[in-house]
């Protein structure tokens, strides 16, 4: 009697519950690995702490905020193949309030990291952040908007949709799991380099 392989799914734990970035994470490792392969993935998410401020406010917060989340997705999900931690962060370059987002991505003994593209922030919500309000909640108050974080996003509300957080973070991951896709080029870590 012929049985078909058991095919054991590739667990990718996404460090957050947010729909926005489960999705880019999916299309991010599609684009990276083709939809062939990854139609055996599971993707899912955990809410995990960051580690850092509601709104990280400069590129190193933000940075560590990611890899927290990756890690603390980890120790919630030790039995996943890959855990991927988004954060995104604001930070004042000259007086002009930019955002952006890190991506971690850890499977292994390998991590790989990228930062998105940065856009700038207009200073009616600029001023929100600085104040304190965390940039979806600025969004929200400005464009008369409910949870636009869960949603388009601050890139979206200001594009018009052309590019939206989804958009946004999706290249990212690709780059990100450069490591995992040229695994010959990128030692493990604690390995010599």
């Known amino acids: 009697m012929d049985t078909e392989a058991i095919t054991v799914p590739v667990?990718?734990?996404?460090?957050?519950?947010?729909?926005?970035?489960?999705?880019?994470?999916?299309?991010?490792?599609?684009?990276?690995?083709?939809p062939e392969a990854t139609a055996?993935?599971?993707?899912?998410?955990?809410s995990v702490p960051s580690g850092v401020s509601h709104q990280p406010m400069d590129d190193v917060e933000t940075l560590h905020g990611a890899e927290s989340r990756a890690r603390n997705a980890r120790a919630a999900e030790p039995e996943a193949d890959y855990w991927v931690g988004l954060e995104g962060g604001v930070e004042d370059r000259e007086g002009v309030l930019h955002g952006f987002a890190?991506?971690?991505?850890?499977?292994?003994m390998r991590e790989g990291r990228s930062r998105t593209a940065s856009f700038e922030i207009p200073p009616a919500i600029a001023a929100l952040v600085r104040q304190g309000v965390e940039l979806g909640h600025a969004d929200d108050q400005v464009f008369g908007r409910t949870n636009s974080k869960q949603g388009n996003g601050a890139v979206g509300l200001l594009t018009a949709d052309v590019i939206d957080r989804v958009a946004l973070y999706e290249p990212a991951v690709v780059l990100a799991l450069i490591p995992f896709r040229n695994p010959t080029l990128y030692p493990a870590r604690g390995d010599e380099t």
Do not use: C, D, H, Q
């Open 11 to 34: 667990r990718v734990v996404v460090a957050s519950a947010n729909p926005v970035k489960i999705a880019a994470t999916r299309l991010g490792f599609e684009r990276m690995f083709g």
């Open 40 to 46: 055996r993935y599971e993707f899912s998410g955990v």
């Open 102 to 108: 890190w991506i971690v991505v850890l499977a292994g």
